[in-house]
Each structure stands twice: as structure tokens, then as C-alpha cells.
């Protein structure tokens, strides 16, 4: 599994594992990707008996940049820390700390349990981040080199790698700081600095420790590294392509924090139509959309059973069923011990790795197919089916294909008519076997197109094509079992004649 193999590549007994995230709006499950790769890697270090931390932090000294589609009323705390910014339901400390909440539900949903949440507000304000602030500011000129070097971003000759906050407007982004005597910085706030906010034209003189001034973040990543002694981080494949933030936070932690390298790798993203998904793009789905039709243990699933270099197109009509059947493919291999990496995809998508469900599950596909036919109550009622129900009656109400959907038809449909002379002569032999039932019935029906020479899928579709108008749907044997016998019968005499 792609999971140990990176781990066998990295032998040091005791790791610390990083990730992070702005929480600068509504969470959509691209999210996920991070932070499943980084909990899965715990979990075999754990397993190992080599000491890992797992580290979550909340990037919430971060500027809102940006506005999501339904929050424009914050539009004028556009440049603040995300951490001073009202929350939008006003039943949380702030904005961030309303969208850390989402986060941390989703963790416990999927079983992601980091050893420890952090929060870089928190790390500012307690003087946490104070030798690294000092560090960066007092070679400036080396963080100035880097950039160009590596990055080709040139910052001009006064450049400070860290940015107050304005005293006066509470903002962030618009602050550029110029000069460092060892103990303030000299800096504006400037109103055309970025784009997506303005600043207020306070010059002044401020301390960057404390918590009033951060770091710019392609330095505050490094800074995190060399606080934390991380030594395994992943993320999204843009940060690991040449001339990234990887290469610069690299070289930042060798030059200015006197660190060696550490682990950092890149992983793909969820696609949507072939596209990044992104809540800023407008073609991110949400975790609840998701965890509508997939169970955490199978949402998770389709999250390790891909190797982290592989995108994900994600599209709920096609991936559902399939993705369950993978998973039911693994959970056997788990318990029969037949295949290790199927069986490692199975138990590392387990939510509670200590209490495994042993059950093995009624096929999706046909959990679709029996809501459909609600006289099988008792069928619906089986442990192996009644935990699939709520999922498939989702994907079957918001995502199935039209070829999925079906329903008994009152009256012999029209496409009955298509009917060639050998498929009306087999549903005259079938009549004599209407009273059998389900798998019996089924084998049964196959024997007869057998016996007839008539190729088994145009037999079926006959029963098809006289019960739901379709060239295919469920199990024959079931779709007939389902109903009444003598109207099963006399369906099939109308249908032959």
C-alpha cells in the first residue's frame, strides 16, 4: 500500500505530522484529500511502533482574501485576520472559528483524529512564533534571495518578510513593512497594495512579536516546520511543482532556521469534470452532499484506495456503485487475508479501526433496485441491506441515471411491441415458472433461454421490455418475485401473444 511504501522510505522512529488549513470558508470535500493521507500515515506509524504526532492547524491569522458566494456582508472586513472577523451565524467567536468547527465535525465523521489541534492566531499572540519572526527579519536578505532564486518573485531591496497589523483599520493584507531595527518594524498600510482590499494610509512604527505582525506564508510554513520539528507534510500538487512554495520553504528552513530537509510530498486533487474542484471555482461539493450517498467507511475508502498522485473525478451519478463495490471487494480480502494491499484499503478505512464491522454488505446496485420495489418489504429489512438503504435511496433520488430508475408499468408497455417471435415464445415457457422465487426463479429463467437457444440477455430483456419498459433493470428472478403471481402470469401471456 502506497502508505507504507512512503513510510519505508522515511525510517526515523519519531515523526511529526503537519497539515493546516485556511479556514476562509465553507468546507467542500477537496479538503479531505489532506488530511485522510495524513491520518492513514499516523495510523501505520502507530501500528509500527515508531512515535508519530499529528498535527492539524487552523491557519486563522490568515487575511480574508477572498469572499464566499453567500457571505458578501463581511465584504468590509476584507484584508482583517480571519481570526477578528465576526462569525457569520453568531453563535462563534469569530468566522474562523465557525468554519474550524465544520472542520473538526467532518474529522470526527471520518475518523480523523489528530493528536492536536493549533491555531496560528494563538501561536502570534502567545509569543510562540517570536525566535522564528525574529530570524526571518534579521536575514531578510537571504528570504529576499530565495525568492528570486528559486521562485523568480523579485521583492524590492526594503522588502520585510512579516505584516502588521494596522492599529488603525485592524487590517492585514495591505500592510508593508520596510525597516527593522532589532526591536520594531517601520511600516504602511497602503491602499492599493492587492487587489481585494484597500488599506487606510497609517504609516507607523510597530513590535512584529506578540501577535502583532505576521509572517508572509510562504515563510510561515517553514517557521511551523522548524517550531514543530515537522517532519511529514503533504499537499495539494501546486506546492510541490519547481519553483513552488516547496522548494522555497525548503530552502528557507536549511538557510534561515538551520534545519535539514524534511518529508513533503504532493498529492492530486478531486476533479469535477475534469477541473480542480475549488469553492472559489463554483464546482465544489460539499461534504454532506457526499456523505448523503457514501458512508464515512466508504467515503473514506475512495480516499485510500487511491494512490495520493492520482486524481479523483468525482462525479456522484458514475463513482457511487462502483466505489461500494470495490470497498465489498476489499472487505473480503480483509477477511478471507487473501490479497494485503485490498485488505490494508479496507482496514485503514475502517472509522473505528478497533471495532470492525464484520458484515458483509448487500451490493449496492441491488439495494437500488429493491427500494424500487417496495412490496420485498422483508427484504429490506435484512442486516446486510437495511445500512445501504438510506445511501442508495439518496443517489437514487438526487444522482441515478434514467437507465437506473424503474417501476412497474400498470399496463403492458409499448416497447413490448419489439418483441421478436422468440423472446414471445420464451416468455410462454416462463409462465410455467412464475411460482418459484427469487434465486431459484432466477436460474430457472436462465435455464429455460438456455434450453431454447435464446441468448440470455435478449431473454431477460424480454421480461424487461414487458414489465418496466426498459432494455434492462434488476435480477429478473427478484423484478418477478416481487409481485403477485397471477399478475406476473398474465403479464407474460399479454406480453406472448
Known amino acids: 500500500?502506497?502508505?507504507?511504501?512512503?513510510?519505508?522510505?522515511?525510517?526515523?522512529?519519531?515523526?511529526?505530522?503537519?497539515?493546516?488549513?485556511?479556514?476562509?470558508?465553507?468546507?467542500?470535500?477537496?479538503?479531505?484529500?489532506?488530511?485522510?493521507?495524513?491520518?492513514?500515515?499516523?495510523?501505520?506509524?502507530?501500528?509500527?511502533?515508531?512515535?508519530?504526532?499529528?498535527?492539524?492547524?487552523?491557519?486563522?491569522?490568515?487575511?480574508?482574501?477572498?469572499?464566499?458566494?453567500?457571505?458578501?456582508?463581511?465584504?468590509?472586513?476584507?484584508?482583517?485576520?480571519?481570526?477578528?472577523?465576526?462569525?457569520?451565524?453568531?453563535?462563534?467567536?469569530?468566522?474562523?472559528?465557525?468554519?474550524?468547527?465544520?472542520?473538526?465535525?467532518?474529522?470526527?465523521?471520518?475518523?480523523?483524529?489528530?493528536?492536536?489541534?493549533?491555531?496560528?492566531?494563538?501561536?502570534?499572540?502567545?509569543?510562540?512564533?517570536?525566535?522564528?519572526?525574529?530570524?526571518v527579519l534579521d536575514q531578510a536578505d537571504k528570504i529576499r534571495k530565495i525568492y528570486a532564486e528559486i521562485s523568480g518573485s523579485k521583492r524590492e531591496d526594503d522588502w520585510l518578510p512579516v505584516q502588521p497589523i494596522c492599529p488603525q483599520c485592524g487590517k492585514i493584507g495591505t500592510t508593508y513593512a520596510y525597516h527593522w531595527d532589532g526591536e520594531v518594524v517601520t511600516f504602511k498600510c497602503l491602499p492599493d497594495l492587492v487587489k481585494w482590499a484597500q488599506g487606510c494610509g497609517y504609516q507607523g512604527n510597530v513590535s512584529p512579536f506578540d501577535g502583532h505582525a505576521k509572517m508572509h506564508w510562504r515563510v510561515e510554513w517553514p517557521a511551523k516546520w522548524d517550531l514543530f520539528n515537522v517532519t511529514i507534510e503533504w499537499a495539494g500538487k501546486d506546492h510541490a511543482s519547481r519553483g513552488s512554495s516547496f522548494d522555497t520553504g525548503r530552502a528557507i528552513l536549511k538557510e534561515v532556521f538551520g534545519k535539514e530537509d524534511i518529508a513533503l510530498e504532493g498529492h492530486e486533487f478531486f476533479l469535477k469534470d475534469g477541473k480542480k474542484m475549488g469553492g472559489s471555482k463554483g464546482n465544489a461539493i460539499?461534504?454532506?452532499?457526499?456523505?448523503?450517498?457514501?458512508?464515512?467507511?466508504?467515503?473514506?475508502?475512495?480516499?485510500?484506495?487511491?494512490?495520493?498522485?492520482?486524481?479523483?473525478?468525482?462525479?456522484?451519478?458514475?463513482?457511487?456503485?462502483?466505489?461500494?463495490?470495490?470497498?465489498?471487494?476489499?472487505?473480503?480480502?480483509?477477511?478471507?487475508?487473501?490479497?494485503?494491499?485490498?485488505?490494508?484499503?479496507?482496514?485503514?478505512?475502517?472509522?473505528?479501526?478497533?471495532?470492525?464491522?464484520?458484515?458483509?454488505?448487500?451490493?449496492?446496485?441491488?439495494?437500488?433496485?429493491?427500494?424500487?420495489?417496495?412490496?420485498?418489504?422483508?427484504?429490506?429489512?435484512?442486516?446486510?441491506?437495511?445500512?445501504?438503504?438510506?445511501?442508495?435511496?439518496?443517489?437514487?433520488?438526487?444522482?441515478?441515471?434514467?437507465?437506473?430508475?424503474?417501476?412497474?408499468?400498470?399496463?403492458?408497455p409499448l416497447t413490448a411491441n419489439a418483441l421478436s417471435s422468440a423472446q414471445k415464445a420464451y416468455l410462454r415457457e416462463a409462465i410455467g415458472l412464475v411460482d418459484l422465487q427469487g434465486e431459484e426463479l432466477q436460474n430457472s429463467l436462465y435455464q429455460l433461454s438456455q434450453k431454447l437457444n435464446l441468448p440470455p440477455k435478449d431473454a431477460f430483456a424480454a421480461i424487461y421490455l414487458s414489465f418496466i419498459g426498459k432494455n434492462s433493470g434488476p435480477r429478473a428472478g427478484v423484478l418477478l418475485s416481487s409481485q403477485p403471481p397471477e399478475f406476473v402470469r398474465q403479464r407474460l401471456l399479454e406480453a406472448a401473444s
Open 286 to 412: 460539499l461534504p454532506s452532499d457526499a456523505l448523503e450517498v457514501f458512508s464515512p467507511e466508504v467515503f473514506r475508502f475512495l480516499l485510500v484506495r487511491t494512490r495520493p498522485q492520482q486524481a479523483i473525478e468525482i462525479d456522484l451519478t458514475k463513482i457511487v456503485p462502483p466505489t461500494y463495490d470495490e470497498y465489498d471487494r476489499c472487505q473480503l480480502s480483509y477477511l478471507e487475508k487473501i490479497n494485503q494491499d485490498q485488505s490494508d484499503f479496507f482496514y485503514y478505512s475502517q472509522i473505528d479501526p478497533n471495532h470492525i464491522d464484520g458484515q458483509v454488505k448487500a451490493r449496492f446496485s441491488s439495494v437500488v433496485n429493491l427500494i424500487q420495489m417496495p412490496s420485498l418489504k422483508d427484504e429490506l429489512k435484512k442486516p446486510e441491506v437495511a445500512p445501504r438503504i438510506p445511501y442508495a435511496k439518496s443517489w437514487l433520488q438526487k444522482y441515478a441515471p434514467d437507465e437506473v430508475r424503474f417501476h412497474i408499468q400498470e399496463s403492458l
Open 1 to 135: 500500500m502506497w502508505a507504507q511504501d512512503f513510510l519505508a522510505k522515511h525510517q526515523a522512529k519519531k515523526h511529526v505530522i503537519n497539515d493546516s488549513k485556511t479556514p476562509s470558508g465553507p468546507v467542500h470535500i477537496g479538503s479531505f484529500r489532506s488530511f485522510v493521507i495524513h491520518d492513514v500515515l499516523k495510523r501505520v506509524l502507530d501500528e509500527e511502533g515508531r512515535s508519530a504526532t499529528y498535527l492539524y492547524g487552523f491557519d486563522d491569522y490568515d487575511p480574508m482574501d477572498g469572499i464566499p458566494a453567500g457571505f458578501e456582508k463581511l465584504a468590509e472586513h476584507m484584508g482583517k485576520p480571519l481570526s477578528s472577523i465576526p462569525s457569520f451565524s453568531g453563535n462563534f467567536p469569530s468566522f474562523a472559528a465557525e468554519v474550524e468547527h465544520n472542520y473538526q465535525q467532518y474529522h470526527h465523521v471520518i475518523g480523523v483524529h489528530p493528536t492536536e489541534y493549533y491555531h496560528t492566531s494563538t501561536l502570534y499572540k502567545e509569543g510562540r512564533f517570536n525566535p522564528q519572526i525574529r530570524k
